[in-house]
């Protein structure tokens, strides 16, 4: 059984997030970057479908930049067998990176049987990648599931929608899936996990080995900036009992028009 | 002036209000609505109202329910058949989706997740939010048309006086194809309450609230907005609710979007737990109380009169 | 002279630093207050690999070196000096195997640590000598086929759960040191009566005891190389160990530190968070250098560990300044946390507690200097 993982380098959640002095991206140079989150989840159902299935292979796949490869060491740690990185910089869109994605899988020649991935990244929170890659491989897709159960090639997943509620799909495999915090509780990288990894086999390739172009972009960033600071709070007399209604309602309409949280 | 075809979900009968956000900002734009099954009259007035050129009601067999390839399937479909510049849809679970996959089908790009635009001699420009809200950026699509815009629900705002459209509505006949994935059943949500480190809308009550039974007023304004309950140390100290309700330094640190702050004096301990939350409202009546210092929002007043009162609104405001 | 972790040692930092963060931190206060053995976190810890990363590869362990068990150590630290101390008793009671040992000990000792969780104690203190570690008296009698254990030995970390005891001992104290020796020792034994756990100031939720030995009979194949020996060896771990202690003090002060800098941001005094004050401004400078300072010597005593150089030297300056430092900086976080410091509301007074005893158990403050001198005045 071939199960590939997608997984994205993204800068850890505390990094501090300073736009380039010209606006066309983000200072990368003191950034420290980690696994995607929710790709931990993709990695750990892909570890525990093998761990059910002996003859199951889990290659992890990831584009972007090489300076370090910290997201496809961490999966090899934690149990992946393999890895193929598509050298490309930071900045992709989710189409270019879906198409390089597909281009990698091509590689390595293995008729994928299960592509997990995390529902979003958390640098672009774009949530495409899993869609668009299903679109390009024609493969069913479900995404953000919380729930899952394997017997022989059915899917049973559970899908999270608005309202907390969970939507029940079947699909055969092939099929993507795409993964939400709640599926499971990803493994530490062991430390003789993390020994192990260093033997195991990474690919590397150009996005030009895998067909991708300048011309594959469809979204373009550009104007990058901080958001502007917060207003200083504002405070309402609500003592008098003839106010208090008004003074309600207009706080209340602020957190919908201004603070936009309701 | 641009072609633009507006994907609009329906819940339990009314159009998302993020439809009508869209239309209303896509005033000098032509706009078609497109939905999947039957639109009630009422509610084809109101997409007309913000500006719905045509509503085209998409139906078929399969496409009663949801299913990621049957919408997209049919929604191509459609789409080959016209021709249109964008494509927008609502950023909604349905959106996220469909809307990439949708997209794909025509080799287009789709610019996600979007909470404001204009049109710049008919070509969109957007900002969106990046690095989990950490800085700003202008997003345009490029590439094959159409050209696909999802918009964050509740950012756009409903525009005050909407240009109307002439709401035109037709039936069209939609195939759903093959569809692999299904829904095979819906598990409602359970009611148990989101854990407060999980919680998007935090209600808490502090040392004013005087006792364990008040807490009633809380949760009842919990119910409406979908918060979770939680307490100051001074109240878990007092006897008013248990330590598993504590924010703060020796409780629980949460980090939900709204914060509502009731009697809580805004203690250095109390802060600790809750000074990620992304809007802040405190109610209290001490209009030195140190909350009001880390509160986007703050009433001074007198909490029992002051959170039936927003409970009130709040019901308003939700439809509920 | 590359200063930096391999690209290995930081995947390694953040698997422990991982680790402390989820497992340990959450536990530590409630641990400390009420004085609970980590057990359940101590055997995960070894799960991962975290602990006894000095047993080397030919016996089962991971193969890392002086330097990697360094930055676990300290990462661990990071989340609880105290648990950070019964995880490294174990490396100070297998170190004497590791350096003393022979194969077949090492074999039969080291290894079954590398295939289930265990459990180890190192034995040299005794009541009446401390620091006077030359003159312990607790007697290895000859009896035949085996070894015959007198004596008393006084906080014993691990003691309440070991599975194995390394205990020093003398066969005669005429010889001074050259009676000193080692055996490996079963804590089922008969005649090893364990004292009571002590109610200890700080790292409380390490189990410390006295442990007494009434006529525990040891064979003779436990006793690592020849009598008499055991002072060398004791000598020898030090190198290794010291550095250890060290790490687990950097790693208590870098708490602080991260602490102080993030109270220091939010506290709000005459208009100002706190951190625009320069008192506090150089008291959070002085930590600072001090961690920087503290963590460059103990990288430096368990890098001449691994090129096999002799580091007696320095790794005295490392445990001492280490442990001094970090007695300094966390009295400094309690002091800039100011009256909330001083609760237990708040983490800083544990770590003010905690460093108190680094700065006198692997040898005190005052013997590391003595060991200095000696060194620099040879």
Not at chain 1, 209 to 223: F, P
Not at chain 2, 3 to 31: C, Y
Not at chain 2, 132 to 137: F, P, Q, R
Not at chain 3, 162 to 170: E, H, I, Q, R
Request: aromatic residues 6%; hydrophobic residues 40%; neutral net charge.
């Amino acid at each position: 059984m071939n199960i590939f993982v997608c997984v994205k380098q993204v800068p850890d959640t505390e990094t501090k997030i300073v736009p380039t002095g010209d606006g066309s991206f983000i200072e990368t140079s003191s950034i420290k970057w980690i696994m995607n989150p929710y790709d931990e989840f993709a990695v750990e159902q892909a570890l525990l479908v093998k761990a059910s299935n002996a003859a199951a292979n889990v290659t992890v796949v990831r584009v972007g930049s090489v300076k370090d490869t910290e997201a496809l060491r961490t999966a090899m740690a934690m149990g992946a067998d393999d890895a193929v990185l598509v050298e490309a910089a930071d900045n992709l869109d989710s189409f270019s990176i879906a198409k390089a994605l597909k281009g990698a899988i091509d590689k390595t020649g293995k008729k994928p049987d299960l592509i997990l991935a995390g529902k979003q990244a958390i640098d672009d929170d774009a949530l495409q990648v899993p869609q668009i890659l299903a679109e390009m491989l024609n493969l069913p897709s479900v995404s953000v599931i919380v729930g899952f159960e394997l017997s022989g090639s059915t899917a049973k997943v559970k899908r999270e929608i608005e309202g907390g509620a969970l939507e029940v799909y079947e699909v055969n495999t092939p099929c993507i899936l795409a993964c939400n915090k709640g599926l499971n509780t990803p493994r530490y990288a062991s430390l003789p996990g993390i020994m192990k990894a260093k033997k195991k086999p990474m690919a590397q390739y150009s996005l030009s080995d895998v067909g991708v172009s300048d011309a594959d972009r469809r979204v373009k960033y550009s104007q990058f900036r901080l958001p502007p600071e917060k207003p200083p709070g504002k405070k309402f007399d609500a003592t008098d009992a003839a106010k208090q209604a008004e003074v309600v309602a207009q706080v209340i309409g602020l957190l919908r028009t201004e603070a936009k949280v309701l | 002036m641009a072609n633009v075809l507006v994907f609009a979900e329906q819940h339990d009968g009314h159009v998302k209000p993020v439809t009508l956000e869209i239309l209303g900002k896509l005033a000098g734009q032509t706009a078609d609505v497109v939905v999947f099954g039957d639109v009630s009259a009422e509610q084809i007035a109101l997409l007309a109202k913000n500006g719905a050129q045509n509503v085209h009601k998409l139906k078929g067999t399969n496409l009663d329910k949801y299913s990621p390839e049957g919408y997209a399937n049919a929604l191509a479909e459609f789409i080959k058949s016209k021709n249109y510049d964008y494509v927008f849809g609502g950023a909604t679970s349905v959106g996220k989706d469909l809307l990439p996959r949708l997209a794909t089908k025509f080799n287009a790009g789709l610019a996600s997740d979007v909470v404001n635009f204009v049109f710049e001699g008919g070509n969109f420009a957007g900002t969106r939010p990046l690095f989990a809200g950490k800085c700003l950026a202008k997003v345009e699509v490029t590439g094959p048309k159409p050209h696909f815009v999802s918009i964050r629900p509740n950012a756009l705002g409903m525009t005050a006086n909407p240009t109307a459209g002439a709401g035109t509505a037709s039936d069209v006949n939609a195939n759903a194809g093959e569809i692999r994935a299904a829904i095979k059943e819906i598990i409602k949500a359970a009611s148990t309450k989101v854990d407060l480190t999980e919680a998007n809308i935090i209600v808490t009550g502090g040392r004013a609230m005087k006792n364990a039974d008040n807490f009633k007023i809380l949760n009842e304004m919990a119910d409406v907005i979908g918060a979770t309950v939680g307490a100051s140390r001074a109240a878990v100290d007092s006897g008013f609710a248990p330590h598993s309700m504590q924010v703060g330094q020796t409780g629980k640190t949460v980090a939900p979007a709204l914060y509502i702050a009731c009697g809580v004096s805004g203690a250095i301990q109390h802060l600790a737990g809750m000074r990620t939350s992304k809007v802040i409202v405190a109610i209290n009546s001490d209009p030195d109380a140190p909350i009001f210092t880390k509160a986007d929002y703050g009433i001074v007043g007198d909490l029992f009169q002051i959170v039936p009162i927003m409970t009130q609104e709040f019901k308003k405001l939700l439809g509920k | 002279m590359d200063f930096a972790l391999s690209t290995e040692q930081r995947e390694i930092q953040e698997l422990a630093l991982k680790f402390a963060r989820n497992e340990m931190i959450p536990h530590a206060q409630e641990f400390d207050e009420k004085g609970t053995f980590p057990k359940d976190i101590f055997k995960k810890a070894w799960e991962l690999g975290l602990v006894n990363t000095c047993i080397p590869s030919e016996y089962g362990g991971t193969g890392f070196t002086s330097v990697d068990g360094v930055v676990i150590s300290e990462a661990l630290a990071y989340g609880c000096m105290g648990m950070n101390t019964s995880f490294m008793a174990n490396d100070l009671a297998l170190l004497p195997i590791v350096i003393g040992g022979s194969d077949e000990q090492k074999k039969k000792f080291l290894t079954p640590f590398t295939e289930s969780f265990k459990i180890a104690s190192f034995c040299l203190t005794e009541p009446g000598n401390g620091s006077d570690a030359g003159g312990i008296k607790t007697s290895f009698k000859d009896g035949g086929d085996h070894w015959i254990i007198n004596g008393e030995k006084m906080w014993i970390t691990n003691a309440g759960y070991a599975d194995l005891f390394v205990v020093y001992g003398t066969i005669g104290t005429n010889l001074k040191h050259k009676g000193i020796s080692a055996l490996i020792v079963d804590p089922k034994s008969e005649g090893v009566v364990l004292g009571k756990k002590e109610d200890k100031m700080g790292h409380r939720s390490s189990d410390t005891r006295g442990v007494r030995f009434n006529n525990v009979k040891v064979p003779k194949e436990n006793m690592l190389g020849k009598a008499g020996e055991g002072w060398a060896i004791a000598m020898a771990t030090l190198d290794h160990s010291r550095p250890l202690v060290a790490s687990s003090a950097l790693g208590g002060a870098q708490r602080a530190l991260d602490l102080s800098i993030q109270y220091a941001k939010e506290r709000i005094q005459f208009g100002v968070p706190i951190a625009k004050h320069q008192a506090v401004q150089f008291m959070i400078a002085e930590m600072g250098m001090k961690v920087e300072a503290a963590r460059l010597l103990v990288h430096k005593a368990a890098w001449m560990c691994d090129q096999g150089q002799r580091n007696t030297e320095i790794a005295s300056y490392a445990k001492a300044f280490a442990s001094d430092s970090c007695m300094q900086i966390t009295t400094d976080a309690v002091q800039i946390y100011g009256g909330y410091g001083y609760s237990k509301e708040y983490p800083v007074e544990k770590l003010m507690r905690d460093a108190k005893l680094i700065q006198i158990y692997e040898g005190t403050s005052q013997i590391q200097r003595l060991v200095m001198a000696r060194e620099l005045l040879k």
